[in-house]
């Protein structure tokens, strides 16, 4: 069986809606947080699969978090190896980094649902299921264009959402595997100077998360399906 692993940098960033269209398409999962003390000697290029949840810290905060470097480095193997990989926020930020590009904080933080604006070129990929569909976004770091890729999506904020080199590496910026997860209630819990700061009123955003959130996941769904179908 094919093998996907997840690594978790907090515990309430999870894979959430992803892990079904992941299992559906043959893959036995499982999971490490980068607290573990066998996280250190993973070779990240085994797996069948890799995906890398967000977390609250930022790429460039290194003396704070020394396991990035680490990662980072390890990371860089599996590109190199052009692996099937899958970031979502900051785990699609550890992929710009791995691939040389600078990671920097963002104008504003952007946190509430809306949808991206999909490029022309990626209209007929995968992300067309999430064209016109509001997706979380919880972000206040973006990153330079990393050479080689293809970028997929922007909002006014960010003009860096999305993207991908070849068939096999895809990194999205936003949240459309969250809608359905109870641990979204941690995040508002773990981060309200995000919400806040975001001008965002704290009740809007849960009422947002009950009406769009399924209708997000469920385009998350298919645009994740999609692409693991397409893979090399």
């Known amino acids: 069986?094919?093998?996907?692993?997840?690594?978790?940098?907090?515990?309430?960033?999870?894979?959430?809606?992803?892990?079904q269209p992941i299992e559906d398409a043959g893959y036995a999962v499982s999971r490490i947080d980068v607290a573990d003390p066998q996280f250190a000697s993973l070779d990240l290029r085994e797996p069948d699969l890799l995906i890398m949840m967000g977390g609250p810290m930022g790429v460039y905060e290194q003396d704070r978090h020394p396991w990035i470097?680490?990662?980072?480095?390890?990371?860089?193997?599996?590109?190199?190896?052009?692996?099937?990989?899958?970031g979502v926020c900051f785990g699609a930020q550890m992929m710009a980094s791995a691939l040389g590009a600078r990671v920097y904080p963002g104008p504003a933080k952007e946190v509430?649902?809306?949808?991206?604006?999909?490029?022309?070129?990626?209209?007929?990929?995968?992300?067309?299921?999430?064209?016109?569909?509001?997706?979380?976004?919880?972000?206040?770091?973006t990153f330079t264009r990393p050479e080689g890729v293809e970028l997929l999506a922007s909002t006014a904020l960010y003009a860096h959402q999305a993207f991908r080199r070849g068939r096999n590496l895809l990194a999205l910026q936003f949240h459309a595997e969250m809608g359905e997860d109870p641990r979204?209630?941690?995040?508002?819990e773990q981060w309200?100077?995000?919400?806040?700061?975001?001008?965002?009123?704290?009740?809007?955003?849960?009422?947002?998360?009950?009406?769009?959130?399924?209708?997000a996941v469920a385009a998350g769904r298919a645009m994740i399906a999609e692409w693991l179908e397409g893979l090399a």
């Not at 069986?1 to 892990?19: D, F, N, S």
């Not at 070129?121 to 972000?139: F, K, S």
């Open 1 to 19: 069986m094919k093998t996907a692993l997840i690594i978790r940098h907090v515990p309430h960033e999870g894979v959430a809606g992803y892990r």
């Open 69 to 86: 470097a680490c990662q980072l480095r390890r990371l860089a193997l599996r590109l190199e190896a052009d692996r099937p990989t899958l």
């Open 112 to 141: 509430g649902f809306h949808p991206v604006e999909i490029h022309a070129q990626a209209a007929a990929g995968p992300l067309r299921h999430v064209a016109g569909v509001p997706v979380l976004h919880w972000h206040g770091d």
């Open 184 to 188: 979204f209630e941690e995040w508002m």
């Open 192 to 215: 309200p100077e995000a919400v806040v700061e975001a001008g965002r009123c704290p009740q809007a955003l849960r009422r947002a998360h009950e009406t769009l959130g399924p209708a």
